[in-house]
């Protein structure tokens, strides 16, 4: 465990003492560190978030009496009686043999440590308790509800300032606000949880993003399909889905004497469509695509706007080749990924090769093979990775791409995962130039991920601030006076035959407030048209990032606008 951690996980015993001394009918739960911080739970405490200060007060008391961490092996018996009165403590202690205490001050602790020697190796100012929120015991929603306590912590005071800086930034980046502000989607609890709706302008940029990867995938020689949105339940028994992730797929739904599920994944009608005829090795790879809306149950306290829902759109794809081709294949996909995520304007990735699971299917030696490959690939391209212990499928090892965006948080996009299973288990075969039949490879593949889950992390990296070919209105035109509305429906008709998105507003409001309305809504270009405008055929530009541009002529706003456009700035 790091020092840090080993900081917060003391700060969580802190924590508990300070709540026992303030509040002492309370019962005591767990108190791990967590990622940037620490949270303890606790039973029988009813309180708000307005109680934190005086909690965080009474920890600063405690951490400055030099208080030492002191450990102790103690038998079951001692234990239980030192606990007996500590329901979730008893219960922790059924599955221990080994037993171990921390004492700090007054407040003793069934723990396995490590911890900081003593109180004083904590800054007063490095930590700040943020919120309380409901925890089921043990995470298990048919236990008791407890009241968690979250805090944060960090080396110093300048960490921790940093780190709240950013967290305004995110909070006013957040995508379910600004897509409320934006019109861009909506969720509605009585339309279904986890189930978002994209209203126009959302709805637009997802066409102008699908558009975008349908033209690319074409020009890289993808076949398109559409499947259906419901399967015959024994499609993801063949498959391996039902048995492996049962508890995150929906209940199967009965139709006279079969049972369909609600498609979980796309992957069985692609094999299904694959197998449709003989197959040829003059004919591999094929590569078969489809944005595939599917549905996954997920638990509501889970969801999150956009990046943690019920159904989703993924780009998806698999391809179906001979062993010898796959190596080149999967260099061009994760090229191919690279590309497409630069073009959305992210810089920064983390790459991750993520390896056999517990519970997979394939053999010892199938799984090094294909691992070794995915390795090489990354090798051949010269890629920084990381590797995901255990964090494959369970039908094979993956490449997982994820993009930094503009505050450094890291997001799941890219993956490209090997399948030695389902070709077997569905059958596959091909032609080979020998006149045998062979069973081909498999990759899955999805760029983005999924529509819903990219737009969120889009909005948050720009702050709802698209780049000019993604945003849904890329100018105002805004005549001052009523004098220069004919002029200014005139240059609205002209941009909008070179292809651009433009709004007229002559509505009867002052300038400035059309302007300050526009930065709102964040237009790219606000477009204001004068008396001087009109006479000399031009328009006065604003850009939303570098404010007064001046006098253009119209037909050089265009140019710069499509310049900007094709070079998805």
Same mark, same amino acid.
């Given at each position: 465990?790091? $020092?840090?951690?080993?900081?917060?996980?003391?700060?969580?015993?802190?924590?508990?003492?300070?709540?026992?001394?303030?509040?002492?009918?309370?019962?005591?739960?767990? &108190?791990?560190?967590?990622?940037?911080?620490?949270?303890?739970?606790?039973?029988?405490?009813?309180?708000?978030?307005?109680?934190?200060?005086?909690?965080?007060?009474?920890?600063?008391?405690?951490?400055?009496?030099?208080?030492?961490?002191?450990?102790?092996?103690?038998? +079951?018996?001692?234990?239980?009686?030192?606990?007996?009165?500590?329901?979730?403590?008893?219960?922790?202690?059924?599955?221990?043999?080994?037993?171990?205490?921390? $004492?700090?001050?007054?407040?003793?602790?069934?723990?396995?440590?490590?911890?900081?020697?003593?109180?004083?190796?904590?800054?007063?100012?490095?930590?700040?308790?943020?919120?309380?929120?409901?925890?089921?015991?043990?995470?298990?929603?048919?236990?008791?509800?407890?009241?968690?306590?979250?805090?944060?912590?960090?080396?110093?005071?300048? %960490?921790?300032?940093?780190?709240?800086?950013?967290?305004?930034? %995110?909070? @006013?980046?957040?995508?379910?606000?600004?897509?409320?502000?934006?019109?861009?989607?909506?969720?509605?609890?009585?339309?279904?949880?986890?189930?978002?709706?994209?209203?126009?302008?959302?709805?637009?940029?997802?066409?102008?993003?699908?558009?975008?990867?349908?033209?690319? #995938?074409?020009?890289?020689?993808?076949?398109?399909?559409?499947?259906?949105?419901?399967?015959?339940?024994?499609?993801?028994?063949?498959?391996?889905?039902?048995?492996?992730?049962?508890?995150?797929?929906?209940?199967?739904?009965?139709?006279?004497?079969?049972?369909?599920?609600?498609?979980?994944?796309?992957?069985? /009608?692609?094999?299904?469509?694959?197998?449709?005829?003989?197959?040829?090795?003059?004919?591999?790879?094929?590569?078969?695509?489809? /944005?595939?809306?599917?549905?996954?149950?997920?638990?509501?306290?889970?969801?999150?706007?956009?990046?943690?829902?019920?159904?989703?759109?993924?780009?998806?794809?698999?391809?179906?080749?001979?062993?010898?081709?796959?190596?080149?294949?999967?260099?061009?996909?994760?090229?191919?990924?690279?590309?497409?995520?630069?073009?959305?304007?992210?810089?920064?990735?983390?790459?991750? #090769?993520?390896?056999?699971?517990? &519970?997979?299917?394939?053999?010892?030696?199938?799984?090094?093979?294909?691992?070794?490959?995915? $390795?090489?690939?990354?090798?051949?391209?010269?890629?920084?990775?990381?590797?995901?212990?255990?964090?494959?499928?369970?039908?094979?090892?993956?490449?997982?791409? @994820?993009?930094?965006?503009? #505050?450094?948080?890291?997001?799941?996009?890219?993956?490209?995962? /090997?399948?030695?299973?389902?070709?077997? +288990?569905? +059958?596959?075969?091909?032609?080979?130039?020998?006149?045998?039949?062979?069973?081909?490879?498999?990759?899955?593949?999805?760029?983005?991920?999924?529509?819903?889950?990219?737009?969120?992390?889009?909005?948050?990296?720009?702050?709802?601030?698209?780049?000019?070919?993604?945003?849904?209105?890329?100018?105002?035109?805004?005549?001052?006076?009523?004098?220069?509305?004919? /002029?200014?429906?005139?240059?609205?008709?002209?941009?909008?035959?070179?292809?651009?998105?433009?709004?007229?507003?002559?509505?009867?409001?002052? #300038?400035?407030?059309?302007?300050?309305?526009?930065?709102?809504?964040?237009?790219?270009?606000?477009?204001?048209?004068?008396?001087?405008?009109?006479?000399?055929?031009?328009?006065?530009?604003?850009?939303? $990032?570098?404010?007064?541009?001046? +006098?253009?002529?119209?037909?050089?706003?265009? %140019? @710069?606008?499509?310049?900007?456009?094709?070079?998805?700035?």
């Amino acid at each position: 465990m790091e $020092k840090i951690e080993i900081k917060r996980h003391s700060l969580a015993h802190i924590l508990a003492s300070a709540v026992k001394k303030l509040y002492p009918e309370a019962k005591f739960g767990i &108190g791990p560190a967590v990622e940037n911080g620490f949270y303890y739970d606790f039973g029988n405490l009813k309180i708000s978030d307005n109680d934190l200060q005086k909690i965080e007060s009474e920890m600063r008391k405690l951490a400055s009496q030099n208080l030492p961490f002191e450990r102790k092996e103690v038998s +079951k018996e001692e234990a239980q009686n030192l606990f007996k009165d500590q329901p979730y403590k008893l219960e922790l202690l059924k599955e221990l043999n080994n037993i171990s205490i921390y $004492k700090s001050g007054d407040f003793i602790d069934l723990c396995a440590g490590p911890h900081i020697s003593s109180t004083k190796e904590i800054n007063s100012d490095s930590f700040k308790l943020t919120k309380t929120a409901g925890a089921y015991w043990k995470g298990d929603e048919k236990n008791a509800m407890l009241t968690r306590i979250y805090g944060l912590a960090f080396e110093n005071k300048k %960490a921790l300032a940093d780190y709240l800086k950013l967290q305004q930034e %995110a909070e @006013k980046r957040d995508h379910r606000k600004l897509g409320a502000q934006l019109d861009l989607f909506m969720l509605d609890e009585e339309a279904g949880q986890g189930l978002p709706i994209w209203l126009p302008k959302g709805a637009f940029i997802r066409k102008i993003i699908e558009n975008y990867l349908y033209n690319e #995938l074409i020009s890289e020689g993808y076949n398109w399909l559409y499947t259906p949105h419901i399967g015959n339940l024994n499609l993801w028994k063949t498959s391996g889905h039902w048995n492996f992730y049962k508890e995150n797929l929906y209940s199967p739904i009965q139709i006279e004497e079969e049972q369909y599920l609600l498609k979980p994944m796309d992957c069985p /009608f692609h094999l299904k469509a694959y197998k449709s005829k003989i197959r040829s090795y003059k004919e591999l790879p094929i590569k078969y695509a489809e /944005f595939g809306t599917v549905y996954r149950y997920e638990r509501s306290g889970t969801l999150h706007g956009l990046t943690r829902v019920r159904g989703f759109t993924q780009d998806d794809a698999h391809l179906i080749c001979t062993p010898e081709q796959m190596p080149k294949e999967l260099e061009k996909l994760v090229r191919h990924g690279l590309k497409i995520l630069k073009n959305f304007g992210f810089k920064e990735f983390n790459i991750y #090769l993520s390896t056999r699971p517990e &519970g997979s299917a394939g053999t010892d030696e199938g799984w090094e093979k294909a691992t070794n490959t995915l $390795k090489q690939v990354l090798s051949k391209l010269k890629l920084k990775f990381q590797i995901d212990a255990g964090g494959g499928v369970f039908y094979g090892p993956k490449i997982d791409i @994820k993009i930094k965006d503009s #505050l450094g948080r890291e997001w799941q996009c890219t993956t490209v995962q /090997f399948d030695f299973n389902l070709p077997e +288990k569905f +059958k596959l075969r091909y032609v080979d130039k020998d006149g045998r039949e062979k069973e081909p490879f498999m990759i899955h593949r999805a760029l983005l991920g999924s529509f819903e889950r990219f737009f969120g992390v889009l909005i948050e990296h720009y702050a709802g601030a698209f780049p000019l070919w993604l945003s849904p209105v890329q100018a105002w035109i805004m005549p001052i006076s009523k004098a220069q509305n004919k /002029f200014a429906k005139t240059v609205n008709q002209k941009l909008k035959e070179n292809g651009l998105r433009v709004e007229l507003k002559d509505e009867n409001d002052t #300038l400035g407030k059309k302007i300050r309305e526009g930065q709102i809504q964040k237009i790219p270009y606000l477009l204001v048209i004068g008396e001087k405008e009109v006479k000399s055929n031009s328009v006065s530009v604003r850009d939303r $990032k570098k404010g007064d541009l001046g +006098k253009m002529k119209i037909i050089k706003f265009i %140019a @710069k606008a499509k310049e900007e456009m094709e070079k998805k700035k």
